[in-house]
């Protein structure tokens, strides 16, 4: 049974450019999490996705970031015009239900930004 | 606001002594983490628990629970290097999980 699978594991845009974060969840989950690791943190919540839906998307920056978890396909973590301060560790993580069910993570895409 | 703080945020430490890390959390929560983290990798999960007066071992690492003070323990016991990593408290409320800041811990042999 595969677990939480990310890519790129590792992702180099230029200021200005677009970057795109991909996440399948684990087989039977239908609920999705990013979070965001700045270097020497934590992990920060982003949003919560079900399928086609956002359900909770407080931690995520008012511009340029958008999150969506299509019927088919992955969920994608869209970020426009990156700057530096995008560079960060960002996890996916996802469940097989809210709350009382446990998240599990994938290996997180590297986002450089020069 | 959920806030979990963990303290120490460094440890050094000799192989073979006993430590305790530890984390507090501000409100009341759903079910509280311990996970460890190397170097670019991604989040291993060591404890999940539950209830007050839970405690949980697993090898050289114990990890205990008091919800009335709204505190947890991880505690090393014998430390072996292995063991250098960060370790990250957190804690869920309404779907979401609230990271501590992490205690980055390092064993000398």
């Known amino acids: 049974n595969a677990g939480v699978m990310q890519n790129p594991r590792h992702l180099v845009r230029r200021r200005g450019q677009e970057a795109r974060l991909r996440c399948s969840p684990m087989k039977g989950h239908s609920h999705v999490y990013w979070y965001r690791q700045l270097p020497e943190e934590g992990l920060k919540f982003m949003v919560y996705?079900?399928?086609?839906?956002?359900?909770?998307e407080s931690g995520m920056p008012k511009e340029r970031f958008s999150a969506e978890f299509p019927k088919e396909g992955p969920s994608i973590l869209r970020i426009q015009q990156v700057v530096r301060g995008d560079s960060a560790a960002y996890f996916c993580?996802?469940?097989?239900?809210?709350?009382?069910?446990?998240?599990?993570f994938g290996p997180g895409t590297r986002l450089t930004v020069t | 606001e959920l806030k979990v703080e963990q303290n120490p945020l460094f440890l050094s430490m000799q192989e073979g002594k006993n430590y305790t890390i530890y984390c507090n959390y501000s409100?009341?929560?759903?079910?509280l983490y311990w996970y460890r983290q190397d170097p670019g990798k991604s989040l291993e999960s060591l404890f999940v628990l539950l209830s007050n007066g839970a405690v949980k071992q697993e090898g050289r690492l114990m990890a205990s629970l008091d919800t009335k003070a709204r505190l947890s323990t991880l505690h090393i016991t014998a430390a072996v290097h292995d063991l250098s990593a960060t370790y990250f408290c957190a804690v869920s409320r309404d779907d979401k999980i609230i990271f501590g800041k992490g205690t980055r811990l390092h064993i000398l042999p």
């Open positions: 996705l079900q399928k086609e839906n956002i359900i909770d």
């Open positions: 409100t009341t929560s759903d079910r």
């Open positions: 993580a996802s469940s097989a239900g809210r709350s009382s069910y446990e998240q599990y």
